[in-house]
Every structure is written in C-alpha cells, then in structure tokens.
C-alpha cells in the first residue's frame, strides 16, 4: 500500500496530435478514464463544477478522480462536502473512510467507515485499520467476515504482504489469476511477492506479462528496477528506471517513491537530502536514512532514529539488532549488547527466516555476541560461497575461525579483507598476528608490529607478540619484543618473559631449530641491555652463550641495536605501565578483541 505522498500519478497513454478548429472534440468522462488520464478528468469535472457547484454526480466523479490520482486528501474534502448536504448518500462515509486510511489516518478512517452502511467494502477498509493499529482482536473479527469475492481476497492478500507472508500473499494471488486471466494487474502483485521472497528472476519473468501490455507502467518499471538491483547492481537498476523520463517528461523521476529508489541505487548519494523529508513514507525511508548512518560511522544518530521505532518485519528487526550491536561495542555495553543478540535470535530462529540468507547471519550474530565461536561457523560455512568477496563476512568469518584455533583458515580469510579501513584496525591486526604465530610465521607478526605507528596499540599488539611466540616457542622473536617492553617499563615479569625467551632461543640454536644462528649475538646483545651486577644471573647466562658462540665459530664481536623501535616508544614507559596490567612471560596474551562487523545491512529499495 502506497500513501498518498509516495503514490506514483498514472501515465497518459495514446493521445497523438489532437484535431485542430471545428472538428476537435473534447473527451468525455469515460473516455478519460479509459485512458487512465485522471488528470484531464479532474479538468473536466472542475469545468464542469464551475458551470453547477451543486451537480452531485459531478462532485461524485471528481472526488473518485482524486482518489484514483493520489489527491486523497482533495478527494476527503469533497466528500466531507458531499456529506454536508442534506440527505447525504451514507456511502460517502466509507469513501471518506478509504480517503483517511490512503493518508495515513487510521483512526479516523476506522471511526469515519463505522458510520457507513454495513458493505463489503466498510469490512474491508475496517480490516485493514485494524492491522495498522495492531488490534489482532479486531483483525480477526473483521477476516471471518470476509468472503470469497476477488475484492475480499485481494485485500486479504494485502494484509498477508504487510505481515510479511509472502508465500500466502502469492497463493492467494496465483489463484485468482488462474481464474481470471485477463486480470493482468495480478501479474505485478505476484512479481512482488517473488521479489519479497528473493527469487528475482521468477519476479522478472511474471513482470513482463503486464509490461507487455503497460510497458509505462510507473509501479512496474519500478519493480523491475529493484529486481535488478537485487540481481545485478545499482546502475543497472537506475537504467531501468530511465524508462519513464521519456512518456513522462521526466515527472515521475521527481515522485518521492522513485527518488528514494535512486538514492538506494546509487549507493547512498543524497540520502540525507532526499531522505529525511520523506519520514515513513515508504517505511523503507526511515530505514535507509539508519542505514546510511551506520555505514558512516554515526551510530548515535542512527539509534536516536530506530530507538522508538517498534519493530514488525524481518528487516526491521535486523537493523534494530545491527544498531544495538554497534553502539554496545562503541560503549562496550552489555545492555545493548543482549538486546542485539536478542533480536538476532528472533528473526534466525523464525520459521519464515530460518533458512535464508539473512536469517543464518542473524543466528552467526547471535552466537558472535555471546562468543560461541564453533555455532558462529556452523552457520556462516553455509553461505560462505554467497560471499566470497564480503569484508565483513570475511572478517567475522576469520576472527571465529581463528577463536576455534583453525589459524591457517584464519589467516586466509583475514587477508583476503580489502578495505583500508578495516585493515588499519587493532582487532584485525590483532588476531591476524595470533594467526601468524599460530602458523609459524612469527617474522611476520613482527614485520606487522614494526609497520604499526607508536601508540596504545602497538604495545598491546607487542604484549601479545611477545607471550604468544613464547607460548609457540617462537623464542627468538618473544625475546626481541620481551626486550623492547622491559625497556618500556622495567617489570620483573618483562625481565623473566625476556630470560626465559633468550634461553629458548639459545636452546633452538643448538637443537638446530633456529636457522640463523647470528641470531645468537643479537640475544647476547639483549641481555647485556641490563645490569648484570643487579642480576647476576643474566652475566652467567651471557657468558655461556659466547663461549658456545666462539667455540661454533659465530662472530661474537660487536652489539646488536635491538629491535629498532626503542627510540621512538622510550616516552611512553609511564604511558605503558597505566594502559595494561603486567604479565608473565609464558602466559597467554588474551589481548585479541572480538569485534562483530555487520555483514546484513543492504539499502532497502521499495518494489
């Protein structure tokens, strides 16, 4: 259902040059709306007003040509009129009725239609107030009243799509359509379920029915824009679209419905332009607007906007999930936190959405966020192939892997992350050099800690280095980074983690285990960094590892500089004490961070 702001104006059809002098003939009434020309109808009826403001049947026609042009609120006066006069026909209450529920008037659309005559068509405008208000009691009292005429199952149908049942909505539909071929509008209104229900192609083939016969069918085309979106991408979509600048004059590409459209399809150019004016209409506005925020990083505004929305479809309840998600790890709130995981769970676990796409990430984000890592993969593996190329299934994707100790599938999925962004961030270098580690290829971890600038994170990022070589017995490279945070901050813990790593580190050597044995005078060189009057026990541990050095012939002479980044982070040793606590040296870092990336969030066109 489109409200009146958002409702697409019919396109005039046929027409060529008119006749020109005597012969010219003005249209009458019927011929207008065989055409679907509302608006020369609406010309007419003014004309014709002007002549008689009293003519009933003329008010009556204007009125319905006003409904059937979007005009709602135009066609609402004049029945208010109509009902003004004396012995009013009651059927003006229900027209006034579906005027109201067209704007958006609930209320007064349910209070206005109870003063009409019972008919079939005050059951339904009732039904469908009753959804919108949320009254199930009603909902149902108002259903059992339906009967099995095309009007009462279409509308019926209707309140299935707005539920989101889609599949009864399409049952509903194809039946009809079966027993009334030359109803060709069903065609569209199967489409859109199709397209509702992601098979995109199938919308497209069943569209093409009617766009034979309507090829400028503003509704259609639009259709067919968002299933080529889905399909393909946004320009394709946008060409689609073009169709309608031509029979038009461009006017319907200036219709709020199409221009929200043209937002989604160019990737969120002019959102908050367009956007923000349209509020709910279409519901997908609002949504976007959020959408767009997130994706700049502005979280707070977007909960500001979805945070008194109550959620009633699928996506809803996602972007609700993704925003509480976002600003519980931007606060590190656990409140947040749970109502995300909370809503995830809602729609995974859902019987409609269980065994979509977007309903497996929302089980992988429910179990992310409650950091049960083995569930989180059983559901991503299952549509890893629909995303081989997407850096936040990727990053969630490595980051459990990694979680399970599945390091070398780990590393793979976190380097195939493309956006700069993402590759600057902490978490990701983080695990990424678990992964390194993990995998034996500790000399990476430490090109990654020395490409890193100097701030909070490289120490982190040196703290996990440092006890997870030690763990791995990667002593060499846990010896040079023990050594660069003992100098940062003078911690017996630091100390220790540093003897024990150029102890290792000896030992490998001698097992053969360490390839570059010049690697010994570099250790040498680390110990000597410290008074060995203070601790005697280094000179001991110094003097054995010459001695074996000279005896295997490995030059000895000379001091080793370190690791080379003991100049530029030797400010921050007090710094270093207050950002994490201190740590012995064979215990494990536990320093990688568990950041959720939401991966479900797709601009919402509206079909």
């Known amino acids: 259902m489109i409200l009146s702001k958002s409702r697409v104006a019919p396109t005039v059809r046929g027409g060529g040059e008119g006749k020109v002098g005597a012969e010219a003939k003005v249209p009458d009434l019927e011929e207008f709306l065989a055409k679907r020309d509302y608006q020369g109808a609406i010309a007419l009826m003014q004309f014709k007003r002007h002549a008689n403001k009293h003519d009933v049947r003329n008010l009556e026609n204007l009125a319905y040509c006003?409904?059937?042009?979007?005009?709602h609120d135009k066609a609402l006066v004049i029945y208010k009129d109509l009902?003004?006069?004396?012995?009013?026909?009651?059927?003006?209450?229900?027209?006034?009725?579906?005027?109201?529920?067209y704007m958006g008037l609930y209320k007064d659309a349910d209070a206005t239609a109870l003063q009409g005559p019972r008919c079939p068509l005050q059951?339904?405008?009732?039904?469908?107030?009753?959804?919108?208000?949320?009254?199930?009691?009603?909902?149902?009292?108002?259903?059992?009243?339906?009967t099995e005429s095309i009007e009462d199952q279409l509308s019926l149908a209707s309140i299935h799509f707005q539920r989101s049942h889609y599949q009864e909505a399409t049952d509903i539909y194809k039946r009809l359509l079966l027993e009334n071929r030359e109803y060709l509008a069903l065609n569209v209104y199967v489409a859109l379920c199709y397209c509702k229900l992601d098979y995109y192609d199938v919308s497209l083939e069943i569209l093409q029915v009617y766009l034979n016969a309507?090829?400028?069918?503003?509704?259609?085309?639009?259709?067919?824009?968002?299933?080529?979106?889905?399909?393909?991408?946004?320009?394709?979509?946008?060409?689609?679209?073009?169709?309608?600048?031509?029979?038009?004059?461009?006017?319907?590409?200036?219709?709020?419905?199409?221009?929200?459209?043209l937002v989604v399809f160019r990737g969120g150019d002019n959102a908050l332009q367009v956007l923000p004016p349209l509020g709910d209409v279409p519901p997908e506005a609002r949504l976007n607007l959020v959408i767009h925020y997130l994706r700049h990083s502005e979280v707070s505004e977007a909960f500001n906007l979805i945070k008194d929305m109550e959620p009633t479809t699928p996506q809803e309840y996602i972007l609700k999930g993704v925003v509480h998600a976002s600003i519980g790890q931007a606060k590190?709130?656990?409140?947040?936190?749970?109502?995300?995981?909370?809503?995830?769970?809602?729609?995974?676990?859902?019987?409609?959405?269980?065994?979509?796409?977007?309903?497996?990430?929302?089980?992988?984000?429910?179990?992310?966020?409650?950091?049960?890592?083995?569930?989180?993969?059983?559901?991503?593996?299952?549509?890893?192939?629909?995303?081989?190329?997407?850096?936040?299934?990727?990053?969630?994707?490595?980051?459990?892997?990694?979680?399970?100790?599945?390091?070398?599938?780990?590393?793979?999925?976190?380097?195939?992350?493309?956006?700069?962004?993402?590759?600057?961030?902490y978490c990701l270098l983080s695990w990424l050099t678990r992964c390194y580690i993990m995998n034996g290829k500790a000399n990476l971890a430490w090109e990654l800690y020395l490409r890193l600038e100097t701030s909070d994170e490289s120490y982190q990022l040196l703290q996990l280095i440092a006890n997870d070589c030690y763990r791995m017995g990667s002593f060499y490279f846990a010896a040079k980074a023990f050594d660069v945070l003992e100098r940062l901050d003078p911690a017996p813990e630091y100390l220790e983690g540093k003897k024990g790593a150029c102890v290792g580190t000896f030992q490998a050597i001698i097992a053969g285990k360490q390839r570059d044995k010049e690697a010994l005078r570099e250790v040498v060189a680390m110990l000597q960094n410290n008074d060995s009057s203070a601790n005697p026990q280094i000179e001991m541990i110094a003097r054995v590892m010459k001695k074996w050095g000279k005896e295997n012939g490995i030059n000895m002479g000379g001091s080793s500089s370190g690791p080379g980044r003991l100049s530029s982070l030797g400010s921050r040793r007090s710094a270093g004490r207050r950002i994490v606590g201190r740590m012995?040296?064979?215990?494990?870092?536990?320093?990688c961070m568990y950041i959720w990336r939401c991966a479900l969030y797709v601009p919402l066109p509206v079909p």
Request: aromatic share 12%; net charge negative.
């Open 214 to 261: 309507f090829s400028d069918s503003a509704l259609s085309v639009n259709l067919k824009a968002c299933n080529s979106f889905r399909m393909y991408n946004g320009k394709a979509a946008e060409n689609e679209l073009r169709v309608l600048a031509g029979p038009s004059g461009g006017s319907f590409m200036e219709n709020a419905l199409i221009r929200h459209n």
């Open 66 to 71: 006003h409904f059937h042009f979007g005009e």
């Open 123 to 146: 059951t339904r405008i009732l039904f469908h107030c009753a959804h919108k208000m949320g009254d199930e009691t009603k909902l149902m009292q108002y259903h059992q009243q339906l």
């Open 332 to 425: 590190d709130s656990q409140e947040h936190l749970k109502t995300a995981q909370q809503y995830f769970q809602l729609v995974g676990a859902s019987a409609s959405e269980c065994d979509t796409i977007p309903g497996r990430q929302c089980m992988s984000s429910c179990f992310f966020l409650l950091k049960q890592f083995d569930d989180v993969l059983v559901f991503l593996s299952s549509i890893r192939s629909y995303f081989p190329n997407d850096d936040d299934f990727n990053w969630n994707y490595g980051i459990a892997k990694a979680a399970t100790g599945k390091f070398k599938e780990a590393e793979e999925a976190l380097l195939s992350i493309s956006a700069e962004k993402y590759r600057r961030d």
């Open 83 to 101: 009902l003004a006069l004396d012995d009013p026909d009651p059927l003006f209450y229900t027209y006034a009725a579906a005027c109201s529920y």
């Open 584 to 591: 012995a040296g064979p215990r494990a870092g536990g320093l």
